[in-house]
């Protein structure tokens, strides 16, 4: 695979949960690719649809009720859509790895961090037991736990937040995989553990040469590891750009709203902007464009007309009708 080729390249995905209460159309008609060795941040509120992408390209959507209705999720050129659950089991670790949000919740608190690191090691490696200790050693280290051998005999409620991420990350790596969807990694943290986690992805990411894809409802995460973003608003992308033109030439309303709440240090001690309302309810989305309700921007064309996808300048796309006479529209 060259650089030039995608590693992961995610063509009108669909995923929906079909419920008494009606259909939830929490991906409702994404488009993305990741090449390798480079950062991907999806941001968006919560309910936007974020983890649901991760969960879908890792096909672990609950069925029922959940299911992919649409589109095609290619992976090193074969669409993961067509492969059977034995076959996502082998690429689940040691192609593609997940950091999930909670970490309390994703380690089992009855056995120790040893065992927990050595049942994934010995599920995809060929490894003897002692092996494949040496590598739990190794990955310790690697993620900056100290006195890895004696940590290993500890379970996750001996550990501190931080420190039990960095445990999740370690199963995460411990197979080398090309690709890490990390959910939410840094929500729990204060903000030094937060950047030593941050600075931890970046180091991995180097050594391994590991393409990552960064789920956040943080900008400023975003801003300190993504090369390209992709603005998520209820199931749907609003807007995706490189990170660095996405702060300086931001253009969606929503987009510009999760910009302008972000909390500035100034001397005039300006209050932070909010952006009005909640997210729509994904059962029965209003008609027109989703953020229409919410938007200080709106014309009357919004609440009737749901806008495709456009390229507003180079590798910058965006959905809006403010943008409809921008270069050319791409559907979804």
Do not use: W
């Not at 993305?32 to 672990?60: C, D, Q, R, Y």
């Not at 120790?112 to 990955?139: D, F, G, P, W």
């Not at 409802?217 to 993504?226: A, Q, Y």
């Not at 749901?306 to 910058?316: F, G, L, N, S």
């Amino acid at each position: 695979m060259t650089q030039d080729t995608p590693l992961l390249e995610v063509k009108n995905l669909h995923t929906h949960f079909f419920t008494k209460a009606g259909v939830v159309k929490a991906v409702d008609g994404i488009d993305f690719k990741v090449n390798p060795g480079e950062t991907l941040g999806i941001v968006g509120e919560s309910g936007s649809g974020k983890s649901i992408t991760a969960m879908s390209i890792l096909g672990l959507i609950p069925s029922p009720p959940g299911k992919i209705v649409e589109g095609e999720i290619n992976f090193k050129g074969e669409n993961l859509l067509n492969k059977s659950q034995k076959q996502m089991r082998k690429i689940r670790g040691p192609e593609i790895a997940m950091v999930f949000q909670d970490p309390m919740t994703s380690l089992n608190p009855v056995f120790t961090v040893e065992k927990q690191l050595l049942e994934t090691i010995l599920a995809h490696e060929n490894m003897s037991k002692k092996q494949a200790k040496e590598r739990a050693l190794e990955l310790l280290n690697l993620v900056g736990i100290p006195d890895p051998e004696n940590r290993l005999k500890n379970y996750p409620h001996e550990f501190s937040g931080g420190m039990r991420q960095r445990v999740m990350i370690a199963i995460a790596l411990s197979c080398n995989p090309s690709l890490l969807i990390a959910d939410e990694p840094t929500t729990a943290l204060d903000v030094t553990i937060q950047a030593q986690i941050l600075e931890l992805f970046k180091r991995m990411q180097k050594e391994l040469n590991m393409a990552i894809v960064m789920i956040t409802h943080d900008l400023g995460v975003v801003s300190e590891v993504c090369d390209r973003v992709m603005v998520m608003y209820a199931g749907k992308p609003a807007e995706f750009s490189e990170t660095k033109h996405l702060f300086k030439k931001g253009k969606h309303p929503y987009t510009l709203g999760l910009i302008n709440s972000i909390p500035k240090i100034t001397p005039d001690k300006q209050k932070l902007e909010a952006i009005d309302g909640v997210p729509p309810d994904l059962r029965s989305l209003p008609n027109g464009c989703s953020f229409a309700p919410r938007c200080k921007h709106v014309m009357d064309s919004c609440l009737s007309n749901d806008p495709d996808i456009r390229e507003v300048d180079d590798d910058h796309f965006v959905r809006c009708l403010l943008y409809e006479d921008s270069k050319k529209a791409v559907t979804t």
